[in-house]
């Protein structure tokens, strides 16, 4: 399985380009199989303390690993693609 996390996109505050939120994905792919998870973390004005303009994804990335439990994410992702690969519910018509 391969666990992708990107950066969507990013929140600032216009008036001295400081990051106030960070919108992001994790993508778990494993065959023909994909869980994803989609969410943000925020951090109050000048903290992190990089502006806009100097900053890189990796950079950003790293702070989001510091706000979120990032071993629990890809283990929830995981999980998901567990039950893709052996559902315990269907839906369908004996017909």
């Known amino acids: 399985m ?4 990107k950066i969507s996109n990013l929140d600032r505050e216009v008036s001295n380009g400081f990051v106030t939120t960070a919108h992001w994905t994790a993508t778990a792919v494993d065959g023909e199989h994909t869980a994803s998870i989609y969410n943000t973390c925020s ?16 950079t ?3 702070w989001v690993w510091e706000s979120v ?14 039950l893709l690969k052996n559902p315990v519910k269907a839906t369908g018509k004996p017909w």
């Open 2 to 5: 391969t666990t992708t996390w």
């Open 43 to 58: 951090w109050s004005e000048g903290t992190p303390t990089i502006p806009y303009v100097n900053l890189t994804e990796a």
């Open 60 to 62: 950003v990335l790293n």
């Open 69 to 82: 439990d990032k071993t629990a994410t890809e283990s929830a992702l995981a999980a998901q693609i567990a």
